[in-house]
């Protein structure tokens, strides 16, 4: 029946299929509705066989198509079909035969299109309404044609729905089938999945007994549980076993809420595994405490022992938690640390313990002086009461500074130890890696995100990171290679102690203000102290280790060493350098043995040149370091210190955006508090003086200068100030001098501020005896005393106090000190000499120019001798001597030695120059005017000697301005009785030359030789102070100027005296009858001239 069944359908398949294709009449025409190749013959084939072929074809494709059960089809011809491996066969070539078929059609089709498109169109234009032109066809015939056509048409229309619903029903048998095959696959493969899933979950059982198994033998789980001793490789690879089981038991196949639910081996291993894995992370933390609570000292051991707990939390996946905790703790250790010593509470307690303290030793030794002495019980209460209190006051300072120095001792020795925790911790992450995964200990850390702890130190080194970076290198985050664990901790505990500082100075509207800051010199001493210990120790530790591990103190620069990944490195006495500790202290390689069986540490390798070696590494009852007087950093390391990036961010030189960084709050205090203290005296200097007459009305009265007791309180306050850098006298350190010096300028500064205020003007026509210039004097007197003072202080403070056992630090600090005094010294040197000294000289040069000028007045070496045969009375006798000896009595004695030698030395190279030119401009100079002029140059010489020594100078008359007046002035003397001239058969050429040869022409000024020359010239040659219609004095005065300069005269000398011999040459061709003089002299000056010009730029 189901045969039947299925050759009815199949036939009515075929028949459908069979007048599908039987449509077309292209198909039709070309024989393509056949089913095989062979079938298909020659037209004149007969049209049963024709008819035959075509339901063979037809129903062969619908078979395939229909039966999909492997059943045979029954047919005329469908023993072809008898197996279900020959039926698909003939399937699959059926489908491509058709395929074969479309392709053939497409490309008839396309042939058609391109030789007959009309028979093509035609049809189509037709079934829309239009005819063809070229139709030869009567118009009853087309009509029947068209009627024709529109039925077959229809009908063809409806035989192609009834065929689509047939196919539509072979389509959705065909796709049923289709999916039943799919089912099957996909149950098939379920099964599949589920086996393999079954069988990675047992792989996991497995693995998890194998750990269990492992942690169950060799390991002495007891132990770590029970926080005995531990062997580090068990709980590493304890760890080790745990990481994997913790792993394994949180997968979803094996927790207890998967839908299978729970697996019973598993459940039995979990508690086993969840309390293993308890004991080892309390084992870790126990390890990592008791590293982290160990002494600064750091060993080979701890270090070992300290990479072996790293290697565990690196198991467990908590190496950044791990890492970064620690690290926490010691910011904790270090802040609580700042909190103590940085607290209002512990300020006044220090001044109350020192101010009982005090008090207590103040009347012990005021009662034993009472006991001992006669003069102390004769005095009475008063008195007594003064002297009580001035050694209270002295014993209050000492052991307020005591105090101050233990505290921070103490603060500085809590904040090395969290310190070098995190350094060894740095140092030991940097070093390690891990065996199997090859990774970098600190990368791991480097990777995680930085806690919100340290989000100020982060931003900060970020910032430092992108400095005078382009925008599109900055970055947000922190390079691996140079991320540093110690960085952000020391960053982030500047950044806490600034903020820490800044509240506790405006604590109570600032009323501690000055408590807080007067801790900045003890705070810094063992600051410094901290830093050097801590440089050393990185140094050391980089040292030993840079050729192995390229590790730096501020960077990471890791590199594996080992084949295990560098486990190996941390072992090595090289990779150590020892066991160096944050005291310096080096330990024994050789004891290593000793140290692993329990034994101590081996002595320090440089304990032989210590003989209080343990002294020095132990510390106070109270934690604190032993203080001592001199601080032990020689100029070397401190130098490689304070360039340290420690210490530059300690105490916030390099402050970012305005933040506060380290000790700059309570520095910058400081600093103030010293300028307060210096300043304050100077509110009562220079004070305005009032005065009134007998009618009330004001009189200006002069400023009033300071005391000697004012200068010498000032001096006071400077050496007290110098001495806070004095650890003996002020608690603090010798790298401080430079910085207090700074206040001290500031307060010399404002004290020359004062003094210009009450310095007066003199006018150059006043007269020097005035009471203005006797009051600049005495200004000149008190600056001068100031500036001895300030020069005097470094030495004083540093050196003095502890001759002769001074050391080279006490002497390096003193010329620090000098040398960042000098602009408080240079500005109190300009400001005497351009207000004081400037005017003086000027005034004074004045009045000798003025006298001098009585030379060419009075003639006084153009009169002819006495007639009794006596010469002439000398000129500088007459005139000068007087003149000197005034100045040096009345200025020079009241100045300091420092400023009447300057004045002496100014009115000295004046005169000089200034009786020189007036001198060689004497005209006409006779021989006895010569020799008279001869003898008061040696007078004039012997004056000025004693001026100059009258001023208080050591140098001589022929080292003032660097012996050039002094040399002229011996010059002149050769000159005189230059003869040259004397043979008229020599050329002004020859002259010249012979002039130019002579060895003291380089002494004298050109402008002396010219108008020296002038004395042999003609009437018609004019002098050229008569060419400028002036005096001799106005021309000398305009070459020479009051400050004793001349090099801006000499040139317009020069053009004076071109424009005389230029006038000369006019004359001479006028009139040259007249043969007064030497007619040569112009030749000779126009020769002369531009050489001796050369030779002075020269």
């Known amino acids: 029946m189901a045969s039947a069944a299925s050759t009815t359908t199949g036939t009515g398949a075929a028949d459908a299929l069979a007048l599908l294709l039987q449509e077309d009449p292209l198909l039709l025409q070309h024989g393509l509705n056949l089913y095989s190749a062979g079938s298909v013959s020659s037209d004149a084939s007969g049209d049963d066989n024709h008819e035959e072929n075509t339901d063979d074809a037809a129903y062969a494709y619908a078979a395939s198509l229909l039966h999909d059960d492997g059943s045979s089809a029954s047919s005329?011809?469908?023993?072809?079909?008898?197996?279900?491996?020959?039926?698909r066969q003939r399937a699959t070539e059926a489908l491509a035969e058709v395929d074969r078929k479309l392709a053939l059609v497409e490309s008839l089709a396309q042939r058609v299109s391109r030789d007959s498109p009309a028979k093509v169109a035609g049809p189509l234009l037709r079934l829309h309404g239009f005819e063809l032109s070229e139709s030869s066809e009567s118009p009853s015939q087309k009509s029947n044609?068209?009627?024709?056509?529109?039925?077959?048409?229809?009908?063809?229309?409806?035989?192609?729905e009834r065929q689509s619903q047939v196919l539509s029903t072979v389509a959705h048998r065909v796709e049923t089938a289709l999916q039943r095959g799919v089912t099957r696959m996909e149950s098939a493969t379920t099964r599949l999945s589920r086996v393999l899933e079954l069988s990675a979950t047992l792989k996991m059982i497995l693995r998890l007994q194998f750990?269990?198994?492992?942690?169950?033998?060799?390991?002495?789980?007891?132990?770590?549980?029970?926080?005995?001793v531990i062997d580090l490789r068990d709980l590493t690879r304890a760890a080790a076993s745990v990481a994997v089981m913790e792993d394994l038991l949180s997968h979803p196949s094996l927790s207890p809420a998967s839908q299978e639910g729970s697996i019973d081996v598993v459940e039995k291993l979990r508690p086993g595994a969840e309390a293993v894995a308890i004991s080892v992370r309390q084992a870790a933390a126990g390890l990592m405490n008791e590293l982290q609570s160990q002494s600064t000292s750091a060993t080979v051991s701890s270090l070992s022992r300290l990479g072996a707990t790293l290697q565990v939390y690196f198991h467990l996946g908590e190496l950044p938690d791990a890492s970064w905790r620690a690290v926490s703790s010691a910011l904790a250790t270090a802040e609580k640390a700042s909190g103590h010593l940085f607290h209002p509470t512990a300020v006044k307690r220090m001044k109350e313990s020192a101010q009982s303290e005090a008090m207590a030793l103040a009347e012990v030794e005021a009662a034993k002086s009472k006991d001992g002495k006669d003069d102390f019980k004769a005095k009475d209460s008063r008195q007594r009461k003064k002297q009580l209190d001035a050694i209270y006051e002295r014993?209050?300072?000492?052991?307020?500074?005591?105090?101050?120095?233990?505290?921070?001792?103490?603060?500085?020795?809590?904040?090395?130890?969290?310190?070098?925790?995190?350094?060894?911790?740095?140092?030991?992450?940097?070093?390690?890696?891990?065996?199997?995964?090859?990774?970098?200990?600190?990368?791991?850390?480097?990777?995680?995100?930085?806690?919100?702890?340290?989000?100020?130190?982060?931003?900060?080194?970020?910032?430092?990171?992108?400095?005078?970076?382009?925008?599109e290198n900055v970055t947000d985050t922190l390079n691996i290679q140079d991320f540093s664990l110690f960085s952000l901790f020391w960053v982030q505990l500047c950044l806490g102690l600034a903020g820490r500082l800044q509240r506790l100075l405006k604590y109570d509207s600032g009323s501690l203000e000055s408590d807080v800051?007067?801790?900045?010199?003890?705070?810094?001493?063992?600051?410094?102290?901290?830093?050097?210990?801590?440089?050393?120790?990185?140094?050391?530790?980089?040292?030993?280790?840079?050729?192995?591990?390229?590790?730096?103190?501020?960077?990471?620069?890791?590199?594996?060493?080992?084949?295990?990944?560098?486990?190996?490195?941390?072992?090595?006495?090289v990779f150590l350098g020892g066991a160096v500790g944050m005291d310096g202290s080096l330990d024994d390689p050789f004891g290593r043995a000793d140290e692993a069986a329990g034994g101590g540490m081996g002595a320090s390798a440089d304990a032989w040149t210590h003989p209080n070696s343990s002294h020095d590494a132990a510390l106070d009852a109270d934690g604190s370091r032993p203080t001592s007087d001199v601080s032990p950093i020689t100029s070397s390391s401190a130098l490689a210190v304070f360039s340290s990036q420690e210490w530059i961010t300690l105490q916030g030189e390099k402050v970012s955006d305005g933040a506060p960084m380290g000790f700059s709050p309570l520095r910058s205090s400081f600093l103030e508090q010293c300028k307060k203290r210096l300043f304050t005296p100077l509110e009562f200097m220079f004070q305005e003086a009032v005065s009134v007459d007998e009618n009330g009305v004001a009189i200006p009265v002069?400023?009033?200068?300071?005391?000697?007791?004012?200068?010498?309180?000032?001096?006071?306050?400077?050496?007290?100030?110098?001495?806070?850098?004095?650890?003996?006298?002020?608690?603090?350190?010798?790298?401080?001098?430079?910085?207090?010096?700074?206040?001290?300028?500031?307060?010399?500064?404002?004290?020359?501020?004062?003094?210009?205020?009450?310095?007066?003007?003199?006018?150059?026509?006043?007269?020097?005896?005035?009471?203005?210039?006797?009051?600049?004097?005495k200004v000149a007197g008190v600056m001068s005393s100031l500036a001895s003072f300030v020069r005097n202080a470094p030495e004083n403070t540093y050196v003095n106090p502890y001759r002769p056992s001074q050391s080279p630090q006490h002497e390096e600090a003193s010329h620090s000190c000098r040398v960042a005094l000098l602009p408080a010294l240079q500005e109190i040197e300009s400001l005497v000499k351009n207000t004081i000294l400037t005017p003086l000289t000027r005034v004074l040069n004045s009045h000798v120019a003025t006298v001098m000028s009585k030379m060419h007045r009075l003639g006084a070496y153009l009169q002819d001798p006495r007639d009794d045969g006596s010469q002439a009375t000398s000129f500088v006798q007459i005139h000068l001597v007087d003149q000197f000896d005034n100045i040096a009595s009345a200025y020079l004695t009241p100045l300091p030695n420092e400023y009447a030698s300057i004045v002496a030395s100014t009115v000295a190279t004046f005169s000089i120059y200034s009786f020189v030119s007036n001198a060689a401009m004497i005209r006409p100079l006779g021989e006895a005017s010569r020799l008279?002029?001869?003898?008061?140059?040696?007078?004039?010489?012997?004056?000025l000697e004693q001026l100059v020594f009258k001023g208080g100078t050591s140098l001589s008359l022929s080292q003032i301005a660097g012996g050039k007046p002094y040399s002229e002035l011996r010059a002149m003397r050769q000159l005189l009785f230059w003869n040259m001239l004397d043979d008229k058969t020599l050329s002004p050429g020859e002259v010249a030359k012979a002039l130019l040869r002579e060895t003291w022409v380089k002494d004298v000024r050109p402008s002396t030789l010219f108008h020296f020359l002038f004395s042999f010239a003609p009437t018609l040659l004019t002098s050229p102070h008569h060419f400028k219609r002036m005096d001799a004095h106005q021309y000398v005065g305009a070459m020479i100027k009051l400050d004793g300069s001349v090099d801006d005269g000499e040139a317009s000398a020069w053009m004076t005296t071109m424009a005389c011999c230029d006038a000369y040459q006019q004359r001479e061709s006028v009139d040259g009858s007249m043969a007064d003089g030497d007619r040569r002299v112009g030749a000779i000056l126009m020769i002369l001239g531009p050489e001796l010009l050369r030779r002075r730029r020269q």
């Open 517 to 573: 800051a007067s801790l900045y010199p003890a705070v810094r001493s063992a600051s410094l102290e901290m830093v050097t210990e801590l440089h050393d120790v990185m140094q050391m530790g980089s040292a030993s280790s840079d050729d192995a591990t390229g590790l730096s103190s501020m960077g990471s620069g890791w590199n594996p060493t080992g084949v295990m990944g560098g486990s190996a490195g941390l072992e090595d006495s």
């Open 395 to 471: 014993l209050y300072i000492r052991k307020l500074r005591e105090k101050r120095t233990a505290a921070a001792s103490k603060w500085a020795t809590e904040v090395s130890d969290a310190s070098s925790r995190v350094w060894n911790l740095h140092r030991v992450l940097s070093a390690r890696n891990d065996p199997v995964t090859r990774k970098n200990f600190l990368e791991v850390v480097a990777g995680s995100e930085v806690p919100k702890d340290f989000a100020g130190a982060e931003e900060a080194l970020l910032q430092a990171q992108n400095e005078n970076k382009d925008i």
């Open 76 to 87: 005329n011809n469908g023993g072809w079909m008898s197996s279900s491996g020959e039926y």
């Open 145 to 160: 044609s068209d009627v024709a056509t529109l039925t077959a048409t229809r009908d063809k229309a409806d035989r192609l």
């Open 932 to 943: 008279r002029l001869t003898q008061d140059l040696a007078d004039f010489e012997l004056s």
């Open 702 to 777: 002069l400023p009033t200068l300071p005391s000697r007791y004012d200068i010498a309180k000032i001096d006071s306050n400077i050496r007290e100030e110098l001495s806070l850098a004095d650890p003996r006298q002020g608690g603090g350190d010798f790298s401080m001098a430079t910085m207090i010096s700074d206040p001290i300028v500031s307060m010399v500064h404002e004290f020359c501020v004062l003094a210009k205020r009450a310095i007066s003007e003199i006018d150059e026509n006043e007269e020097a005896e005035t009471e203005a210039m006797a009051h600049n004097l």
């Open 211 to 228: 750990e269990a198994r492992k942690l169950g033998s060799g390991l002495d789980l007891d132990s770590i549980s029970q926080g005995g």
